[in-house]
Nanobody
Framework: QAQLVESGGGLVQPGGSLRLSCAASRFILDYGAIGWFRQAPGKEREEVSCIAMSDGNTYYAESVKGRVIISRDNAKNTVYLQMNSLKPEDTAVYYC???????????????????WGQGTQVTVSS
């Protein structure tokens, strides 16, 4: 069974940066898209970003646009989420997930992601 493992979360001050990693147990090019989601306490899980494996097309939520970059390393079967200028409202558990669907400019519906990681905590606080 395919697995995704996130890492890179932690405590960071406002304005700081973190790079999250999502390591897959299979070739990421076998997927249609890999996405990053986050869920804060008492809130619904929301899509932050996704990347299409076929052509590298990306999607970013408005709340993170300009501060976050999603990238991939096919040889390492890993997708990254570089987060800059972090704000307290970015505090959440961050999950990566894989879908067989294409990541368009509108993202991919959460329900279409078949494989999920266990999540990594990101806390932005002074």
């Amino acid at each position: 069974q395919a697995q995704l493992v996130e890492s890179g979360g932690g405590l960071v001050q406002p304005g700081g940066s973190l790079r999250l990693s999502c390591a897959a147990s299979r070739f990421i090019l076998d997927y249609g898209a890999i996405g990053w989601f986050r869920q804060a306490p008492g809130k619904e899980r929301e899509e932050v970003s996704c990347i299409a494996m076929s052509d590298g097309n990306t999607y970013y939520a408005e709340s993170v646009k300009g501060r976050v970059i999603i990238s991939r390393d096919n040889a390492k079967n890993t997708v990254y989420l570089q987060m800059n200028s972090l704000k307290p409202e970015d505090t959440a558990v961050y999950y990566c997930a894989a879908s067989s669907y294409y990541c368009s400019g509108y993202g991919v519906d959460l329900k279409l992601f078949e494989t999920w990681g266990q999540g990594t905590q990101v806390t932005v606080s002074s």
